[in-house]
């Protein structure tokens, strides 16, 4: 039996936002830990601190480079039900409201999605939306197609870093 979930923790984002970092929904571990991407083998936080040099250690640091980079961070979906943390497992899905979150933060002029799960219920339920996207490869440990290498070639060049 799937359980009903509800998103634990609040959207990050700074005044000076420019790209907000979309995922799906929280992993177990990271319903756990409070904290986005916070299973031990995700490779996210590894993939910004490549990326931009800022140490993440803990959580401070996490909230610090996602600040001075200009990143911010949220999921998808407000609400579902699942069995396991795989995006494939996810049901009945609630999305958050996106429209007026971007209202709401104007610097905002790009979305960035960590995974198909997210991308894809961005298109259903939001098409009307005039917004830059890009596609980030899933910085989980289980997507392994590409290279953390790779991945973080992906995101230099997605993110503008490259």
Known sequence: MSEVLEHP?????????????LG??????????NFYYAHPRNQ?????????????????????????SKLGLWDMVKVCSRDNSLDSSLENEEVNDLVTFLEDH???????????????LFKIHFPQLSIETV???SPSAAYAKMTFEQKVAEYKKQLGYS
């Open 24 to 33: 799906s929904f929280p992993s177990i571990q990271s319903f756990e830990k």
């Open 106 to 120: 104007p610097s905002i002029t790009k979305l960035a999605f960590t995974g198909k799960k997210a991308e894809t």
């Open 44 to 68: 996210f936080w590894k993939i910004l601190e490549n990326i931009t040099t800022y140490p993440v250690i803990n959580r401070d640091q996490k909230i610090w480079l996602l600040k001075e």
């Open 135 to 137: 596609y980030l490869p």
């Open 9 to 21: 923790f609040k959207p990050i984002v700074f005044k000076n936002t420019q790209t907000l970092i």
